[in-house]
Each structure stands twice: as structure tokens, then as C-alpha cells.
């Protein structure tokens, strides 16, 4: 995973630099909009982490540049502008994402990790969080390296949940997942399968938690995890 | 009659009609004296003038009245030996009378005697169309007999025109004065609608009188310059806490780096508590500046389930239940992103503030409010009043906030043209409520 970083604070540079290094990603790195302009021509970049002010001009000039050209590699505008409006402004030009300083490295890299699962481009296949692991090719669970015996709609639930494991997913995302394998489903269906999935986990024995956001949805939380 | 000295706010000074009525009342006042003074000089120096007009004073009083004797008049006050009388012409004219018999005429006349001064004379009376003639005399020894005739003089000359002239002059006045100030109270109620969040407004200018022309362009040079102030005090805030953010990531990153040790982590929080202080001043910066656009419609359910997605995780983690609940049509006109802050630093305060294990309710609806609901101690009446003052904190040996959080709601709501109220729910604990404009049913 190669990523563009355009940043003007050499220090600070440096630092997200050896922070993402640490985390697999290989990241360049140019001070100004030329500059960036010139790498984009030379290099093949998954991914751009783009501040907006910089000296010889703004940011989100040159995503708007990328867009018009239909280049359509992911950027992640990373700025110390949180203003009511900036966010949305960062989206419109056509990022993908907008982070404001300042952020800590795993919660960057993770930003990162979830711009790079392309529609279309290969999933891991294999999801894993606390003691659980999910392969998602076989549809099968374990929990502890033994396997544990759950029907293809939890499955589904599990996977969405994991996927996104640490954050909340919204109802009506894993209603979806539940309809798209059944047509007839209950209005409490995705409760009641939510209630068996839990069991079925500690059951197990899995060291995860999967809280009720009540009326949001649901989120499953590793051990120790760090939130961003 | 006139209001303009009874401003909206406090008690005024005395209006313009009381202030110019008293001045006039004063100047007549003066006047009036003045007079006096000249027509006490004036008789005082013609004793004879004044004998006359008594004598004529006296007779007025007979003919007045036709009932009455001649010798039931009193005479004048202070007056000795008085003496009236009715006489025929043709009998012997009253000793001392100048005139012949049978030829009779009005006559007075002044004379010294031992102790004082005696008055004679004859007036003819008409009573009941028939002229009669009356002498009169008495002795006096000092001014007072004189005192009946001086106010009359001073009725007739001076307080019959006077009077009547200052009420005109007065109402004149008043009625000029009004009028000629009108800009002054559109400049008023101009002025009363200025708002520091439409800096722009300024006062028209009345092209007369010129008094008032001037008053207002200076009333607008001064709000130029406030104006001017106010945009480098907010655009100082924003900048400040902005350029704060580069040197803060820079810390926050290299402090990760380090080998994990007790002051490690003691610098760490101290950077979160600067980040999110830093963030809060910045924030309350863009709630000053922000100008709601009124025909944005945003569903309050919509955002708060995003924010309660957001927040959930942090809450759990410290071991907090955050719930969220939606009642009835949510829409209402606003800034989603503002709203979406208004929600945050709501379930911030209620983090900090509630105790652990209880939960924390959010619910938009039903209509366009929002609120959040904790279980913790509530707000107590004494706090009430500054919960949403800056920089204020209930306990300010806590460092993990700036008191910065409610002021923004705060403000962010009041940019909506909406309000925050705070009560203590009835079973305890504090329950913030937000409302916001309807949506127009219009649209």
C-alpha cells in the first residue's frame, strides 16, 4: 500500500510518516501542491492523506483537479480546519474522508485501512476480533480456534458487526443483511437474532461484548480496544 | 403626554414636555416677578395715581353691587375713618370738595395729615341706570390700603396676558421640539434593534435636523469600529485555536512515541485536556460567527442517531449507557453539523457530570426539539444562573473540561433562532431540552 502524504509541517510529516511505517503502510512525502502534482505524474498511489492549507496553494483545489480528471484514487483531507461547514466543503470537492488534527495513528490508520476496501477489490477473507474468527469465504465461526455451530443469518449479522467491530452499525444496515437473505422477516427478527447470537458467543466462550445501542443499533466491542 | 423619556429599559429621566414646561414655568415665574417689581416701583412713585385708582376700585365695588349702602362698604384694608356716602348735586357739596354746588365731577385727592395721609374724593356709580354720585374718604398710615388696587393691576396687566401666552408658548414648543426630534426616536428604535449578530446594520441617516444627522453618523462610525473590534477578537479566537492544532498533533504524536511511564501518560492527558479545550474555543469561535441559512431542513432523529453512533463506544467504554429515542416528526430548520454539536457537547456535559452506570437519553422530537436526559445530581437553583457562562465550572479543580461546552450549545441554539432550557427531571437528574424553528408547512 503506497500513500501520497502532502503535509507543509515537515515535523509533523515525519512523525505520521514513521506512525503509519509502523502500521504497513508505505508513505511519500511532498510539502506543496506542485509538489504533489509532480508525484501523482511519477508514482502509483492507493491513497492520498492531504492537509488543506499549504504553502503554494489549497488542498482542496487539487481535489477538485483529481476529480475533474475522473481519478478516482481515495483522499483523506487531514487539517486542522474543523469549522461547522469545512467538513462538508472537504466532501463536496471529492474527498473521501476528512480528519482533523489532531489524531492519534491507530485511529489514521484506520481511516486509511477503511478508504483502501474498494467496492470490488478483495475482502480479507478472514475477520478476527478478540477470540472470534470468521472466515467469510466458508461462512464458518470459531471462537478459540473451536468451531461453533451458527445459522447463515447470524453468520451474516456477525460479519457485519465485526467488519466494523468497535463502532456502532446502524440498524436498518444490519436489517438489510438480514433481508437480503430472507424475505420474511419480523420487525423483532433482527432482535431476537441478535439475542441468540450473543448467547450462542458466550456460550462459546468468546471474549467479546455486543452491546444494544437502543435506538441506534448495535456495536461489538473487542477486550481492549482502543477508540479512536 | 409624551413618552420618549420612558425608554423600554430602567427607569428614565423626566420627559421633554415636563422639562420644557418647567423651564417656561420658571421663565414666567421670573417675568411675572419682574413685573410685579415694575408696578410696585411704578405706583409707589405716583402715590396720586394710586389714590385714584383705589378711590375708583371702591366705587366699582358699590356699583357692583346695587343692594348694598354706601355705608356697608368696608373700605379698603387697613383703612381709618372710613366714609361713604351718596350726595346729591344738588345739595352743598361735602366739605373740603373743590367743585361747586350743583356742578358735580370726579375728583380725588391726597393730603398729609399728623399721623399718615388722608384720601377724599367723588365717583360717579351708575346703578340701575340712574347715576348717582358717591364721596368717599379715609386715613391710613401705611401702604396696606394700597394692596387691593396692586393686585388688580397685576391681574389686569400682567397675569391675564401672560398666562395665556405661556401656555401657547409651551404647547408650541412641545409640539416644535417633537417634531423636530421624530429621527431622533426612529434612531431610537433603529438602535434598540441593533444585534451583534447583524453587524451590518447601521442607523439611517435623517437628512434633518443636522443635530441629529451628526448624532447619527457618529452613532454609525463608532459601530464601524466596534464592528472592526469584534471581527479581530473572533478572528483572533479562530486563528489562535487553529494554529494550536499543528504544534498539538505534533505533541500528541511525538509523546506516543516515548516508552510507555507514569508521566507518559500524565503528559498524554494533559494534550487531550489542551485538544479538547483548544477544540471548544474554536468551536465557540464558529457558533459566534455562524448565520443559520433558515431553509435548510435537517431530521433531528437523523442526526442525533449519528451522534449516539459516534458517542456510544467512548461511553461504554467508561462504562456508560448511552440510549437514543425518536418521538413523532423530527424536522426542523437548521445546520446539521451545528445540531450535531449541540448534541455532542449536551452528552459530553452529561458524561462528565452523571455518575456511572446510569444511563444517558437522548431523543429528538416530538416536533423540533431535542434533549438529553441524565441521572445524575441535576442542577441545583444556585448553579442554575451560570451553567451557561464561559469558562464557568461547578468545581474548577476539574481539568477535564472548560466550561466552555454549554455556552456553545448555548450559542449554536440561539443561531437557530432556538432556545435551550435546563429543569431537573422529576425523578431526578438534569434534562437539557433544544428547540429549534418548525419547518414551514409551506414548503
Same mark, same amino acid.
Given at each position: 500500500?503506497?500513500?501520497?502524504?502532502?503535509?507543509?509541517?515537515?515535523?509533523?510529516?515525519?512523525?505520521?510518516?514513521?506512525?503509519?511505517?509502523?502500521?504497513?503502510?508505505?508513505?511519500?512525502?511532498?510539502? #506543496?501542491?506542485?509538489?504533489?502534482?509532480?508525484?501523482?505524474? &511519477?508514482?502509483?498511489?492507493?491513497?492520498?492523506?492531504?492537509?488543506?492549507?499549504?504553502?503554494?496553494?489549497?488542498?482542496?483545489?487539487?481535489?477538485?483537479?483529481?476529480?475533474?480528471?475522473?481519478?478516482?484514487?481515495?483522499?483523506? &483531507?487531514? #487539517?486542522?480546519?474543523?469549522?461547522?461547514?469545512?467538513?462538508?466543503?472537504?466532501?463536496?470537492?471529492?474527498?473521501?474522508?476528512?480528519?482533523?488534527?489532531?489524531?492519534?495513528?491507530?485511529?489514521?490508520?484506520?481511516?486509511?485501512?477503511?478508504?483502501?476496501?474498494?467496492?470490488?477489490?478483495?475482502?480479507?477473507?478472514?475477520?478476527?476480533?478478540?477470540?472470534?474468527?470468521?472466515?467469510?469465504?466458508?461462512?464458518?465461526?470459531?471462537?478459540?480456534?473451536?468451531?461453533?455451530?451458527?445459522?447463515?443469518?447470524?453468520?451474516?449479522?456477525?460479519?457485519?458487526?465485526?467488519?466494523?467491530?468497535?463502532?456502532?452499525?446502524?440498524?436498518?444496515?444490519?436489517?438489510?443483511?438480514?433481508?437480503?437473505?430472507?424475505?420474511?422477516?419480523?420487525?423483532?427478527?433482527?432482535?431476537?437474532? &441478535?439475542?441468540?447470537?450473543?448467547?450462542?458467543? #458466550?456460550?462459546?466462550?468468546?471474549?467479546?461484548?455486543?452491546?444494544?445501542?437502543?435506538?441506534?443499533?448495535?456495536?461489538?466491542?473487542?477486550?481492549?480496544?482502543?477508540?479512536? | 403626554?409624551?413618552?420618549?423619556?420612558?425608554?423600554?429599559?430602567?427607569?428614565?429621566?423626566?420627559?421633554?414636555?415636563?422639562?420644557?414646561?418647567?423651564?417656561?414655568?420658571?421663565?414666567?415665574?421670573?417675568?411675572?416677578?419682574?413685573?410685579?417689581?415694575?408696578?410696585?416701583?411704578?405706583?409707589?412713585?405716583?402715590?396720586?395715581?394710586?389714590?385714584?385708582?383705589?378711590?375708583?376700585?371702591?366705587?366699582?365695588?358699590?356699583?357692583?353691587?346695587?343692594?348694598?349702602?354706601?355705608?356697608?362698604?368696608?373700605? $379698603?384694608?387697613?383703612?381709618?375713618?372710613?366714609?361713604?356716602?351718596?350726595?346729591?348735586?344738588?345739595?352743598?357739596?361735602? /366739605?373740603?370738595?373743590?367743585?361747586?354746588?350743583?356742578?358735580?365731577?370726579?375728583?380725588?385727592?391726597?393730603?398729609?395729615?399728623?399721623?399718615?395721609?388722608?384720601?377724599?374724593?367723588?365717583?360717579?356709580?351708575?346703578?340701575?341706570?340712574?347715576?348717582?354720585?358717591?364721596?368717599?374718604?379715609?386715613?391710613?398710615?401705611?401702604?396696606?390700603?394700597?394692596?387691593?388696587?396692586?393686585?388688580?393691576?397685576?391681574?389686569?396687566?400682567?397675569?391675564?396676558?401672560?398666562?395665556?401666552?405661556?401656555?401657547?408658548?409651551?404647547?408650541?414648543?412641545?409640539?416644535?421640539?417633537?417634531?423636530?426630534?421624530?429621527?431622533?426616536?426612529?434612531?431610537?428604535?433603529?438602535?434598540?434593534?441593533?444585534?451583534?449578530?447583524?453587524?451590518?446594520?447601521?442607523?439611517?441617516? /435623517?437628512?434633518?435636523?443636522?443635530?441629529?444627522?451628526?448624532?447619527?453618523?457618529?452613532?454609525?462610525? /463608532?459601530?464601524?469600529?466596534?464592528?472592526?473590534?469584534?471581527?479581530?477578537?473572533?478572528?483572533?479566537?479562530?486563528?489562535?485555536?487553529?494554529?494550536?492544532?499543528?504544534?498539538?498533533?505534533?505533541?500528541?504524536?511525538?509523546?506516543?512515541?516515548?516508552?510507555?511511564?507514569?508521566?507518559?501518560?500524565?503528559?498524554?492527558?494533559?494534550?487531550?485536556?489542551?485538544?479538547?479545550?483548544?477544540?471548544?474555543?474554536?468551536?465557540?469561535?464558529?457558533?459566534? /460567527?455562524?448565520?443559520?441559512?433558515?431553509?435548510?431542513?435537517?431530521?433531528?432523529?437523523?442526526?442525533?442517531?449519528?451522534?449516539?453512533?459516534?458517542?456510544? $463506544?467512548?461511553?461504554?467504554?467508561?462504562?456508560?449507557?448511552?440510549?437514543?429515542?425518536?418521538?413523532?416528526?423530527?424536522?426542523?430548520?437548521?445546520?446539521?453539523?451545528?445540531?450535531?454539536?449541540?448534541?455532542?457537547?449536551?452528552?459530553?456535559?452529561?458524561?462528565?457530570?452523571?455518575?456511572?452506570?446510569?444511563?444517558?437519553?437522548?431523543?429528538?422530537?416530538?416536533? $423540533?426539539?431535542?434533549?438529553?436526559?441524565?441521572?445524575?445530581?441535576?442542577?441545583?437553583?444556585?448553579?442554575?444562573?451560570?451553567?451557561?457562562?464561559?469558562?464557568?465550572?461547578?468545581?474548577?479543580?476539574?481539568?477535564?473540561?472548560?466550561?466552555?461546552?454549554?455556552?456553545?450549545?448555548?450559542?449554536?441554539?440561539?443561531?437557530?433562532?432556538?432556545?435551550?432550557?435546563?429543569?431537573?427531571?422529576?425523578?431526578?437528574?438534569?434534562?437539557?431540552?433544544?428547540?429549534?424553528?418548525?419547518?414551514?408547512?409551506?414548503?
Amino acid at each position: 500500500m503506497r500513500l501520497l502524504l502532502v503535509e507543509d509541517n515537515a515535523r509533523l510529516a515525519s512523525l505520521i510518516r514513521e506512525g503509519l511505517d509502523r502500521q504497513g503502510f508505505a508513505v511519500d512525502w511532498c510539502e #506543496t501542491v506542485d509538489g504533489a502534482g509532480h508525484a501523482l505524474k &511519477i508514482g502509483d498511489y492507493d491513497l492520498m492523506l492531504l492537509d488543506l492549507g499549504l504553502p503554494d496553494g489549497e488542498g482542496l483545489d487539487l481535489v477538485r483537479m483529481l476529480r475533474r480528471r475522473q481519478d478516482t484514487m481515495p483522499i483523506l &483531507i487531514l #487539517t486542522a480546519r474543523g469549522g461547522l461547514d469545512d467538513r462538508v466543503l472537504g466532501l463536496d470537492a471529492g474527498a473521501d474522508d476528512y480528519l482533523v488534527k489532531p489524531f492519534q495513528i491507530p485511529e489514521l490508520a484506520a481511516r486509511c485501512r477503511a478508504l483502501l476496501r474498494r467496492p470490488g477489490a478483495s475482502l480479507g477473507t478472514e475477520l478476527s476480533v478478540g477470540n472470534i474468527v470468521l472466515h467469510s469465504a466458508e461462512r464458518s465461526v470459531a471462537v478459540g480456534g473451536v468451531s461453533v455451530d451458527a445459522t447463515p443469518r447470524e453468520v451474516d449479522l456477525l460479519e457485519c458487526l465485526l467488519r466494523r467491530a468497535g463502532h456502532v452499525v446502524a440498524k436498518p444496515a444490519l436489517e438489510s443483511a438480514l433481508y437480503s437473505m430472507d424475505a420474511e422477516v419480523t420487525p423483532n427478527a433482527l432482535e431476537a437474532c &441478535i439475542s441468540r447470537l450473543r448467547k450462542r458467543m #458466550t456460550a462459546a466462550g468468546a471474549d467479546v461484548q455486543i452491546r444494544t445501542i437502543h435506538g441506534v443499533g448495535y456495536a461489538l466491542f473487542a477486550p481492549a480496544v482502543i477508540y479512536g | 403626554m409624551d413618552k420618549a423619556g420612558n425608554s423600554k429599559k430602567g427607569p428614565a429621566g423626566p420627559t421633554l414636555f415636563r422639562q420644557i414646561a418647567t423651564r417656561l414655568g420658571a421663565f414666567t415665574l421670573l417675568f411675572a416677578l419682574l413685573d410685579v417689581g415694575i408696578v410696585v416701583v411704578t405706583y409707589s412713585s405716583q402715590p396720586e395715581s394710586l389714590a385714584q385708582e383705589l378711590l375708583t376700585l371702591e366705587a366699582g365695588k358699590a356699583e357692583a353691587s346695587t343692594t348694598l349702602a354706601p355705608d356697608l362698604l368696608v373700605g $379698603p384694608p387697613g383703612a381709618e375713618h372710613w366714609h361713604a356716602s351718596y350726595i346729591d348735586p344738588q345739595t352743598v357739596a361735602p /366739605a373740603g370738595s373743590p367743585s361747586r354746588p350743583g356742578v358735580l365731577m370726579d375728583w380725588t385727592r391726597r393730603e398729609r395729615v399728623p399721623d399718615g395721609y388722608r384720601i377724599s374724593g367723588v365717583r360717579s356709580v351708575m346703578q340701575d341706570g340712574q347715576q348717582r354720585w358717591l364721596f368717599m374718604r379715609f386715613e391710613a398710615d401705611s401702604l396696606r390700603p394700597y394692596v387691593p388696587v396692586i393686585v388688580e393691576e397685576l391681574v389686569r396687566h400682567v397675569l391675564l396676558p401672560l398666562i395665556p401666552l405661556s401656555l401657547l408658548l409651551l404647547l408650541f414648543n412641545v409640539f416644535a421640539v417633537r417634531r423636530v426630534l421624530q429621527p431622533l426616536r426612529r434612531a431610537e428604535a433603529e438602535v434598540d434593534a441593533l444585534d451583534p449578530k447583524n453587524v451590518l446594520l447601521r442607523l439611517s441617516e /435623517a437628512p434633518e435636523p443636522r443635530e441629529v444627522n451628526t448624532l447619527v453618523r457618529a452613532v454609525n462610525r /463608532a459601530l464601524t469600529r466596534l464592528d472592526e473590534t469584534m471581527a479581530i477578537l473572533r478572528g483572533f479566537t479562530a486563528n489562535a485555536a487553529h494554529e494550536l492544532r499543528t504544534p498539538l498533533s505534533i505533541m500528541q504524536l511525538s509523546l506516543d512515541k516515548l516508552p510507555p511511564s507514569p508521566q507518559r501518560d500524565d503528559l498524554q492527558a494533559d494534550t487531550q485536556h489542551m485538544t479538547r479545550l483548544v477544540g471548544q474555543m474554536l468551536d465557540l469561535a464558529q457558533a459566534d /460567527a455562524l448565520a443559520v441559512e433558515p431553509d435548510v431542513l435537517v431530521d433531528l432523529a437523523d442526526v442525533g442517531r449519528n451522534v449516539v453512533a459516534a458517542m456510544a $463506544p467512548k461511553a461504554f467504554e467508561a462504562q456508560r449507557d448511552l440510549r437514543f429515542e425518536s418521538i413523532g416528526d423530527t424536522r426542523a430548520l437548521g445546520h446539521a453539523e451545528a445540531i450535531y454539536r449541540i448534541y455532542r457537547n449536551l452528552i459530553d456535559n452529561a458524561l462528565a457530570h452523571a455518575p456511572g452506570e446510569t444511563p444517558i437519553e437522548v431523543s429528538a422530537g416530538p416536533g $423540533p426539539q431535542l434533549s438529553v436526559r441524565d441521572h445524575g445530581p441535576g442542577i441545583s437553583d444556585e448553579d442554575r444562573p451560570h451553567i451557561f457562562e464561559r469558562f464557568w465550572r461547578k468545581d474548577r479543580r476539574r481539568t477535564d473540561g472548560a466550561g466552555l461546552g454549554l455556552g456553545i450549545v448555548q450559542r449554536l441554539a440561539q443561531a437557530h433562532g432556538g432556545a435551550i432550557t435546563v429543569e431537573n427531571a422529576p425523578d431526578g437528574g438534569a434534562l437539557f431540552r433544544v428547540t429549534f424553528a418548525p419547518p414551514d408547512p409551506a414548503r
